[in-house]
């Protein structure tokens, strides 16, 4: 099973039948692909690179080539059931007014990260001293975009600072496939949110 | 719309018509409506004439046409030669064709010029049979939506029962929303480009300039002028004032720069041509005043004006509430008539009436007219938007 495949399935769960969702940064649009056919939700894209908004029209995903917030303020409060963070979240620039605006526009939020507090994350920095090179994290410093590594417990203090609430929580072990229920900032790979406002 | 934003490739003269790919040689064909057809503003024409080409074949099912909305001034013939003497294709020949990204192979393609034009279909330019003279300012005030409703007769005719997709750029996307708002549940697919819900002051400031030129032109005499005659100078002037708004900075100083004519060729006065870009303005504008008709060029663009979807339904998500069709909007970064936030608002609205509306924009430097660029990624796109079959509604 592809590492790939987990987190969609239960971004999957946590997703209620024939809602309205968005995915932001929704690439070639799998994972809308994936809900649409396993739970018929009315699903939009946003992604910044023509070629990939291309692939998603190619499938029937509707997607919008552009700024994820500038569309995200074209839309009233809770316009979407659901928005859908997965992976990106430590792509932005501005991690804390996207989730806002997310938490604005959607009833609840989905954010799937790679933990960068993965004991594997912090041996290769300690003992190497160097940034972490491994297959999540594939770049070279002078070759990656802005980054925000996060980790499990960078994410859970944000959440209790601004009155987030955390509805599920999913951490996964190293191989993204077993749940990490011991330890997770130290021991999981990858963790999965849902939230709503307070 | 320009002529020539992207030169055709050139194959030699006497075969390019047969070109893979190529439609060949087409002809453009009548559609007459017998009954008399009401305009929004009220007034009645008794019957009306489309020209149109259609290429490939009407399926069986009699569901796989696609519609094919041209611009301000453009025409039905948008793909294939007329004659193998031909200079030019239609105007789409890049994206419509055996193989192509609008594969006539599979689908019935159906283009034509609209009412108000003067290519074949009734307009200011037609004898009024009441008088027996053109129609020129009597002619009804004509909307996107008459338009729209001409053209419905014509599928209707041809036996069209259901739309793949509609597709045009500036005018004519605006045509192919209109098309899925009047008649949602014949338009399965729109493809909208360089396109807008309502023209920006800027860009009817910019039709009214042209509108002046040709109406203070003392040879437009209130719009009574016989055929072939009438205020050349002020359409020629509208027109190359017009086409430099189908352009972009970067375009034209790439295609002229600030080259000037050679000297042998540079007549007397200062005020002569001396500039590359002068002279080709002046020959669009000269070129123009052989195929349009000034009324057509004034009742077109006060079309263009007035089209307004906001204001027509309340909001645009109004106006789009009863839209089925599924969309796709594109834009082009360096349109600055229609530029992308206009396009965008259309994507903002279509998705916030639930909608399924799709948006994707491309860097370009041609300015208003990439929508006619020659893009293996605009193909891709057009391509993958057509070929799936439709999805039904979630």
New interface residues.
Partial sequence: MEKRTVDMQIIGDWVEP?T?VLDLGCGQGDLLAYL?QTK???A?GVDLD??R????????V?????DMT??MR???ER?FDRVICSRTVQELAEPKAVILEALRVGRALTVGFVNHGFWKNRMAMLLGGRKVRNEVYTTAWFESRPANPVTIADFEDFCAALGIRVTHRAHLAGNWRDPCPFLPNLLAGYALYDLTRA | MTDDVEAAPTAPAAARHLAPGDVGLVAPRDYTHAADFTFRGGQVLPGFTLRYETYGELNAARDNAIVICHALSGDHHCAGWHSPDDRKPGWWNNLIGPGKAVDTRRFFVVCANVLGGCQGSTGPSSPNPATGRPYGAAFPPVTIPDMVRAQRRLLDHLGVAAVHAVIGGSMGGMLALQFAIEYPRLVRRVLAMATTGRESAQAIAFNEVGRQAIMQDPAWNRGDYAAGEGPRVGLAIARMMAHITYLSDASMDRKFGRRKRRAAEAEASAFDVQFEVEGYLRHQGQSFINRFDANTYLYITRALDQFDLEEAAGSLEAAFAPVEA?T?IVGFTSDWLFPPEQN?AL??AL??A?K????????TDLGHDSFLLESE?LY??VR??L??PA?PV?
Avoid: K, N, W
């Fill in positions: 024939g309205r649409m018929g939700v009315a939009v023509f070629s908004i291309a692939a998603c029209v190619r499938r029937g509707s997607a919008y080539q552009g500038t569309l074209a839309f009233p316009h | 599924e796709l965008r994507a903002f998705l916030r639930g399924r509306a799709s948006y994707a924009e491309l860097a990624e891709a796109l993958g938007f070929d799936r999805t979630p």
